[in-house]
């Protein structure tokens, strides 16, 4: 599968933005799916995961509350909703796809075997 990352731009605190992953090749919907984030100078980190059919997501405790992933996979999209935003979520934001055969959610990067792009996300105080 091949994923493109979209969505991300520059935003006030407190605004809004909505991330999409696009996703093309085999079906989506034997992935499960994660959003990362990269600050600068720092180590890319777990930000959200949503099982193959939506049923389960789990969510970094820095974004929980904030930040909301779904997905369609009759679009073959994923997406991040991200309200509230603060200046330390400031990052390139990656999508990641894990083929699972159990289909269980993973927050480790190192299990994605897929990954976007990037998009890049600024926050201004």
């Known amino acids: 599968v091949q994923l493109q990352a979209s969505g991300g731009g520059l935003v006030q605190t407190g605004g809004s933005l909505r991330l999409s992953c696009a996703a093309s090749?085999?079906?989506?919907?034997?992935?499960?799916v994660g959003w990362f984030r990269q600050a600068p100078g720092k180590e890319r980190e777990f930000v959200a995961t949503?099982?193959?059919?939506?049923?389960?997501?789990s969510y970094a405790d820095s974004v929980k509350g904030r930040f909301t992933i779904s997905r369609d996979n009759a679009k073959n999209t994923a997406w991040l909703q991200m309200n509230s935003l603060k200046p330390e979520d400031t990052a390139v934001y990656y999508c990641?796809?894990?083929?699972?055969?159990?289909?269980?959610?993973?927050?480790?990067?190192?299990?994605?075997?897929?990954w976007g792009q990037g998009t890049l996300v600024t926050v201004s105080s």
């Open positions: 990641a796809a894990r083929n699972s055969v159990t289909g269980e959610i993973d927050r480790r990067a190192m299990n994605y075997g897929h």
């Open positions: 949503i099982s193959r059919v939506g049923r389960v997501t």
């Open positions: 090749g085999r079906s989506f919907s034997y992935y499960t």
